[in-house]
């Protein structure tokens, strides 16, 4: 993922603003991170990836697999992971298509 694109799709919190919440505040754990913009607080998609991205700013390495995804790749499989029922988006929200 580049920098702007969104990790939380739900609320439009990228990934640039993870980041330097992250190097702002020096969270201690990763539920921390939904204090930049609700991340994480939406249908849940996110959460994974900022535990990630937690993990790698707190170790200070990259392990390279959010880094991978396309923004299309990665809101494809929020998509996928909302029709299984795995999460609801809050009203307002990005839609689930993956178009969003």
């Not at 700013?57 to 923004?71: M, R, V």
Request: one cysteine or more; proline letters at 6%.
């Amino acid at each position: 993922m580049e920098l702007d694109d969104h990790v939380c799709l739900c609320f439009r919190v990228s990934k640039r603003k993870l980041l330097n919440f992250a190097a702002r505040t020096s969270p201690t754990v990763a539920s921390q991170l939904s204090q930049c913009g609700g991340a994480g607080t939406g249908c849940g998609w996110c959460i994974p990836f900022l535990k990630l991205l937690f993990r790698q700013y707190s170790e200070a390495k990259a392990d390279g697999a959010l880094d991978s995804l396309t923004a299309a790749e990665y809101a494809s499989r929020r998509a996928e992971y909302v029709r299984a029922g795995k999460g609801t988006p809050p009203p307002g929200a990005a839609p689930a298509t993956g178009e969003g």
